[in-house]
Structures are given as C-alpha cells and as structure tokens.
C-alpha cells in the first residue's frame, strides 16, 4: 500500500493536544509541539502497524500503532479526524 493512501495518514495528537504529529500524504511528517508549529519535520515509512521516522536534523526514531492508537516516544497519540491543528 502506497503512503498516499495509508489509513494510518493524518492528524495524531497526545491527549492534553500539546504535541500534533501529522503524517503527510507525501511520505513527510510535521510535528507541533505547544506553541512551536513544526517543531520537528522529516521522512517516515509504514511497515504493517510499525512506523519509522528520520527527522531532518538526523534524528531516528519508530512507533506501533495498537488499536488505533500511535505509541511514540513514551507518547500516545490518538487520531484527530478533523485533521486540523
């Protein structure tokens, strides 16, 4: 399954909203952190329910999505559906 089309793209946001991490359908990703809009921005790749991130700054980093639900981090995000910021 191509990126562009992966259930998993989209708007994922801890529950408290501070951090917004948004998966592109481009294959790039746009992370808000507070008040600091794209905080931390690069490429990442969907393997089944594991993803993998390279942040521009040569930063790595990966995540599982569990029953709809992306750990990262120590973070849980859950799906923003109306995929606004």
Same mark, same amino acid.
């Given at each position: ?5 992966? %259930?998993?793209? #989209? ?13 592109? %359908? ?5 992370? =808000?952190? #507070? ?12 393997? #089944? /329910? *594991?993803?993998?991130?390279? /942040? /521009?700054?040569?930063?790595? =980093?990966? +995540?599982?999505?569990?029953? #709809?639900?992306?750990?990262?981090? +120590?973070?849980?995000?859950? *799906?923003?559906?109306? +995929?606004?910021?």
């Amino acid at each position: 399954m191509s990126v562009e089309s992966h %259930p998993y793209v #989209g708007m994922w946001v801890t529950a408290d909203g501070y951090v917004r991490h948004e998966l592109l %359908p481009d294959g790039r990703y746009d992370e =808000a952190r #507070g008040d600091r809009e794209s905080a931390y921005r690069g490429r990442y790749e969907i393997s #089944g /329910d *594991r993803i993998q991130y390279w /942040d /521009d700054t040569g930063f790595t =980093a990966d +995540g599982v999505f569990v029953d #709809g639900v992306l750990h990262h981090a +120590g973070m849980i995000l859950h *799906r923003r559906e109306d +995929g606004g910021r």
